[in-house]
């Protein structure tokens, strides 16, 4: 796989989310790309690049048992970076 094949430029990112958006229901603040990027590039510079996606699922799975609303998510996002930023392996 090249790395042309897996960089979205971000107007595809932006349709990606919107898809997303519109298939589960979710309004602009159930999916703030740009603080889950925020997240998955200090799960990967803090602890290592597989763990970014994990990273990233934790948090909205912490979030849903939060109750899922635009506070609990960035909570969630929050304490999984703030992990990160401290973690030594």
Do not use: C, H, I, Q
Request: aromatic share 4%; proline share 7%; no cysteine.
């Amino acid at each position: 796989m090249s790395d042309e094949s897996r960089t979205l430029p971000p107007e595809a990112l932006d349709d990606w989310a919107a898809a997303l958006r519109e298939r589960f229901d979710l309004g602009p603040d159930d999916v703030p790309v740009a603080a889950v990027l925020d997240l998955t590039r200090v799960v990967a510079n803090g602890v290592a690049r597989p763990a970014a996606p994990l990273g990233a699922f934790v948090a909205g799975l912490v979030a849903g048992r939060k109750g899922a609303d635009a506070d609990a998510v960035r909570e969630a996002l929050a304490a999984v970076g703030a992990l990160a930023e401290m973690w030594e392996a």
